[in-house]
């Protein structure tokens, strides 16, 4: 990939692929995360609509082994 100019800012061009992989169309927003070794990694931003659906996929589904405390609730909202 080469870094190009654009306006003020710096802009890279995605091959194909990448598009491909993601799902990317125009318009979308997508997340890069620098590593320290270097790498980078790129991501689809979720829409909203893909949020919602996520949480409604989930609908309260905790671990068999969760716990709820409400002692330890208590604490934390008290200031203790």
Do not use: H
């Not at 990317?24 to 997340?31: A, C, Q, W």
């Not at 829409?47 to 330890?72: C, H, N, Q, V, W």
Request: hydrophobic fraction near 40%; aromatic fraction near 8%; avoid cysteine.
């Amino acid at each position: 990939m080469q870094v190009a100019k654009w306006g003020n800012s710096l802009a890279v061009r995605l091959p194909a692929a990448v598009i491909d992989a993601l799902g990317l169309k125009e318009g979308d927003d997508i997340e890069i995360y620098a590593m320290q070794s270097g790498a980078f990694s790129v991501s689809k931003t979720p829409t909203a609509s893909e949020r919602i659906e996520r949480l409604r996929k989930y609908r309260g589904r905790l671990p068999a082994d969760f716990r709820f405390e409400r002692e330890s609730l208590d604490e934390r909202g008290s200031g203790k």
